[in-house]
Structure formats: C-alpha cells, structure tokens
C-alpha cells in the first residue's frame, strides 16, 4: 500500500522556520522525483519544489526561491521540505507528491500557518 505522510506543519511567525518531512512507503522511492505543492484557501494547488530521485538536481517555484530547500534521504525513504523567512502568503495545506509516469502518489497535506 503506497503512503505519503506529511509532518512538521504548524503555526509559525512571519519570519520564521520550519521544516516539513514526507515519509514515504509502498513503493520504489529512490527510483521517484519528488515534490512539493501547496494549496491556500481559495487557490489552486501550485508546485513548491521538486527534487530528482538522486537528489542530485532541485528546483523551486520563484515565489520560495531563496528561502525553500527541498532535500531527500533515499535511506529514509523521506522528503525534506526546509523553509525559512516565512511570510503570510505561505500559509496553505503542503503536499508531499511522488511521481513517476505513471504513478502518481499524493499525501493528505499538513498545515502551515504563517502569523502573527
């Protein structure tokens, strides 16, 4: 049974950190891209961050650039999602995603809220 659990959601101050994991199960994770996508109240889901199943290439959406890190232990079958320099317009419900044509697996999400 193919599982994405999210952790490490939760409310925080603008300016801050947190740091969010996937732990993945189920299926062959080192041989997946991974992603992240993000979903605030009233939009539609966006892409964050993806990662290659090495982890030897990653990208970011510009609007996180230079303050989301995206990062995996293949080891660990987990997904890292490190964001810093939180602003109120991060606050959404974050997906873990793994993809791989033409699998394509999603967790539930876990809240981040960024306020005062």
């Known amino acids: 049974q193919v599982q994405l659990v999210e952790s490490g959601g939760g409310l925080v101050q603008p300016g801050g950190s947190l740091r969010l994991s996937c732990a993945a199960s189920g299926f062959a994770f080192s041989s997946y891209g991974m992603n992240w996508y993000r979903q605030a109240p009233g939009k539609e889901r966006e892409f964050v961050a993806t990662?290659?199943?090495?982890?030897?290439?990653?990208r970011v959406a510009n609007s996180v650039k230079g303050r989301f890190t995206i990062s995996r232990d293949n080891a660990k079958n987990t997904v890292y999602l490190q964001m810093n320099s939180l602003k109120p317009e991060d606050t959404a419900v974050y997906y873990c995603?793994?993809?791989?044509?033409?699998?394509?697996?999603w967790g539930r999400g876990t809240q981040v809220t960024v306020s005062s």
């Open positions: 990662i290659t199943s090495t982890g030897s290439s990653t």
């Open positions: 995603n793994g993809f791989q044509f033409p699998n394509d697996y």
